[in-house]
C-alpha cells in the first residue's frame, strides 16, 4: 500500500517535472547554431539535405563515434555467443514452414533492394547509412528466419565491415589532407543538389561506407544469436532435451509463429 | 489530426504500463515493440523521417527479434 502510494507521487512528480517541458513549447525561431546551419549548410558542407549535412559533416565525428560504439557492441556480443562449439543440427528441424519459406525468397531482394536505396539517395531522401543497414540487416534476419542454418558469407561480411570503417576513417583523414579539417566536405567537391544522385561531395560516399558496415555488422549480430540458439539446447545444459524436443514439435506452440 | 495524436500518446501510455505489468515475457517484448511503433509515427508527424525510420527500423523490428531470440536462450519464453 505504502509502496503503491510512494510509486504514484514519484510518478506524479516526474510528470509535473516533465511538464515544464510541454508547457515550454517549440520556439519560434532558430537558435544562433541551428541558423548558422540553415544559412550556411550548403555553402560550407555541399549539402542540399540539411539533416545529411550536420549528420556526416557538422556532426560527422559523433558518427564514427556511434558507428565505433555498434563495433564494439557486436564484437562483444560475439565474443560471447560464439563460444560454444558448433554441432550439426537436424536440418529440417531448423527450417521454416512453407509459408515463410516462400514469402522469404519472394520478399528478400526487394527488401535488400530497399536498404540499399536508403542508404544510396540518404543525402537526397530521409534516411541514410543507419536506416539503410537496418533494413538491409532485417532482409537478412528474414533469410535466417526462413532457414536457421543458412550458410552466410561470413568472410565476405567482415572484409566488407572491416573495409568500409577503415575507409570511413581514411574519407575523413582525405578530408583533413584537402580541407583542414577531419571529415570536411570543402574544396572541389561538387555542390549538394536536389534530384541529383552524384552530389553533395562526400556525403553519398560515407553513407554508402555507413550502410554496408551497420548492414553487416547488425546482420552478424543477428546470425550469432541464432545460430548459437539453434546449437544451445545440444550443449549439455540440464535443458537439453526440452529444447531439442522443442525444435521439430514446437512449431504449433504459441512462440512457434517465429519460426 | 491532433485528436490522433493525443490517442497515439495514450495508446503509447497504456502499452507501456501494461508491458511492466504483464506476466508473460514474450507479450511484454512485444509489446515494447508497438511502443516504438507508435513513436515513430510521433516522429514522422513532428517533421523527423530520419529518427522515425531509425525508430521502426531498429526500435520495432531488430530489437523485438534480439528481445525475442535472447528470451528462448535463456529459457524464459514459455
Known sequence: MTRTIITIIALLAVAALFWTLVALGTPDELGAVSRHYVERGIIENRGANLVTSVVVNYRGLDTLGEVTVLFLSVTGAAFVLRRRERKPVDRAASKASEIVQTGAGVLVAPIMLFGAYIFLHGHLTPGGGFQGGAVVASGVLLLLLADR?????????????????????????????????????????????????????????????????VGSELAALLDVMMRGEAVAGAHGSPRSPRHRRSGPSGTGRSRGGRR | MIWLDGLVCLLMVIVAVTAT????LVSAVIMVGVVSLLVSYLFLRMGAPDVAMTEAAIGAA?????????LRRTGEGR
Open chain 1, 149 to 213: 542454418e543458412r550458410a552466410l558469407p561470413h568472410g565476405l561480411m567482415s572484409w566488407l565491415e572491416s573495409l568500409s570503417g577503415f575507409a570511413f576513417v581514411v574519407a575523413g583523414l582525405a578530408g583533413l589532407w584537402v580541407a583542414g579539417s577531419f571529415l570536411a566536405n570543402r574544396g572541389v567537391l561538387p555542390l549538394g543538389e536536389w534530384n541529383q544522385l552524384l552530389s553533395a561531395g562526400v556525403i553519398p560516399v560515407i553513407y554508402i561506407l555507413i550502410g554496408l558496415k
Open chain 2, 21 to 24: 505489468v504483464v506476466r508473460n
Open chain 2, 62 to 70: 531488430l530489437t523485438t527479434v534480439i528481445f525475442l531470440v535472447a
